[in-house]
T-cell receptor, first 115, second 115 residues
Framework: AQSVTQLGSHVSVSEGALVLLRCNYSSSVPPYLFWYVQYPNQGLQLLLKYTTGATLVKGINGFEAEFKKSETSFHLTKPSAHMSDAAEYFC?????????????FGKGTMLLVSP | DSGVTQTPKHLITATGQRVTLRCSPRSGDLSVYWYQQSLDQGLQFLIQ???????AKGNILERFSAQQFPDLHSELNLSSLELGDSALYFC??????????????FGPGTRLTVL
């Protein structure tokens, strides 16, 4: 069975600082990995995803994530935080080769950005 | 705007009652997924339909059922409601292949409150 662990339910950064949100996964087959963002009172929006190929994936709003198989990690980063980045971020895994797409989500990390 | 619509936005009902949540997928998407988001359980996959047929089942209670109609909209039926069923219910849809690499596009959710 697949699972996702997000370290830190809350992460606080100052505007302009580096954002690092951690995600580790467990999967018995090659995983497909996703990061979603949820703004208050809204649905989830895809930031980026890794399926195959290049392990450094660039997404929207300046975010990127690197798939590290040896560390079973898919951490999300952004060089410089903006106030508008304040939201909840979810890492998710979908098992490859399953023939269907069901996402297993982590518990989420709330990103707080202070001026 | 993801293109996925959900109605109603809010629903308040009493224990023991039955409710129906409705979802219209993005134009052209054949797969519909239902998720439950609560404070204690986080985001949990409930069920997936693909072109009218059930494709995958997650942690869906026996009191809950879903279906996808010929026009591809989907309904999630929740019966014998309990206080613990209070949550945000999201619908998502994905591209026609229904594969595990597909991006799922989420609707804005229905907030269910059981009193």
């Amino acid at each position: 069975a697949q699972s996702v662990t997000q370290l830190g339910s809350h992460v606080s950064v100052s505007e302009g600082a580096l954002v690092l949100l951690r995600c580790n996964y467990s999967s018995s087959v090659p995983p497909y990995l996703f990061w979603y963002v949820q703004y208050p009172n809204q649905g989830l929006q895809l930031l980026l995803k890794y399926t195959t190929g290049a392990t450094l994936v660039k997404g929207i709003n300046g975010f990127e994530a690197e798939f590290k198989k040896s560390e079973t990690s898919f951490h999300l980063t952004k060089p410089s935080a903006h106030m508008s980045d304040a939201a909840e971020y979810f890492c998710a895994v979908s098992e490859g080769n399953s023939g269907y797409s069901t996402l297993t989500f982590g518990k989420g990390t709330m990103l707080l950005v202070s001026p | 705007d993801s293109g996925v619509t959900q109605t109603p936005k809010h629903l308040i009902t009493a224990t023991g009652q039955r409710v129906t949540l409705r979802c219209s997928p993005r134009s052209g998407d054949l797969s519909v997924y239902w998720y439950q988001q609560s404070l204690d359980q986080g985001l949990q996959f409930l069920i997936q339909y693909y072109n009218g047929e059930e494709r995958a089942k997650g942690n869906i209670l026996e009191r809950f059922s879903a279906q996808q109609f010929p026009d591809l909209h989907s309904e999630l039926n929740l019966s014998s409601l309990e206080l613990g069923d209070s949550a945000l219910y999201f619908c998502a849809s994905s591209a026609p292949s229904g594969a595990s690499t597909d991006t799922q596009y989420f609707g804005p959710g229905t907030r269910l409150t059981v009193l």
